[in-house]
């Protein structure tokens, strides 16, 4: 080879070399403009089905909302008997010493009762409240409020 010819090829594989470098950028400056960043409102179950997929399997639950519900059925029972439902009170904490005069506890609707309603219904509310001889105050069951217990009276002077 000559040199004349070294020259033209030289030139002419520049030029080769040139235009591929153009159309590559070409290609890159196209490429960027069509380009569009990935729009979530396209597809969005495509999104929540990508974060799913990388979701942890499990989750550690920090709030016990059963556990809750759990203390709170445990004391259900105690608030009802808490509540001024004279009967319900009665029948939880007084009758098992009223309904049989247990240790001489008078009998709603007996003869000794009758002496007792006689006092007059402070009198019986006080006493049953605060206790008197074998009888304890509130029945045992300090948990009941006075209300409640005042409550159980009257549902034993209507008998
Ligand atoms: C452990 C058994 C027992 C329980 C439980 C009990 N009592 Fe009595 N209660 C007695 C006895 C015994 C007497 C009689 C006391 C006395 O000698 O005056 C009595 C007396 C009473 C009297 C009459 C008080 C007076 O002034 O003469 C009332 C009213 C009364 N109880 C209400 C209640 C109520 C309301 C409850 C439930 C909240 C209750 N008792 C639960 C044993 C009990």
């Not at 729009?39 to 499990?58: C, F, H, M, Q, W």
């Not at 006092?119 to 105050?137: R, S, T, V, W």
């Not at 029945?139 to 009941?144: A, Q, S, V």
Request: charged letters at 20%; proline letters at 6%.
């Amino acid at each position: 080879m000559g040199k004349h010819e070294d020259k033209l090829f030289m030139k002419r594989f520049s030029l080769v070399i040139g235009i591929l470098v153009a159309i590559t950028v070409v290609i890159m400056i196209l490429a960027s403009t069509y380009q569009k960043e990935p729009d979530p409102s396209e597809n969005p179950s495509k999104l929540a089905l990508a974060a799913d997929r990388v979701a942890p399997v499990g989750a550690v639950r920090t709030e016990m909302p059963a556990a809750e519900a759990l203390v709170q059925a445990a004391a259900a029972p105690e608030q009802v008997a808490s509540a001024p439902d004279g009967a319900a009170t009665y029948a939880s904490a007084c009758q098992a010493c009223h309904m049989v005069g247990a240790a001489g506890a008078p009998v709603p609707g007996s003869d000794a009762w009758a002496e007792r309603v006689a006092k007059g219904a402070d009198a019986l509310y006080a006493n049953a409240i605060n206790g008197i001889n074998a009888m304890p105050a509130k029945g045992g069951r300090m948990d009941l409020s006075d209300e409640a217990v005042r409550a159980a009276v009257d549902h034993m002077l209507a008998q």
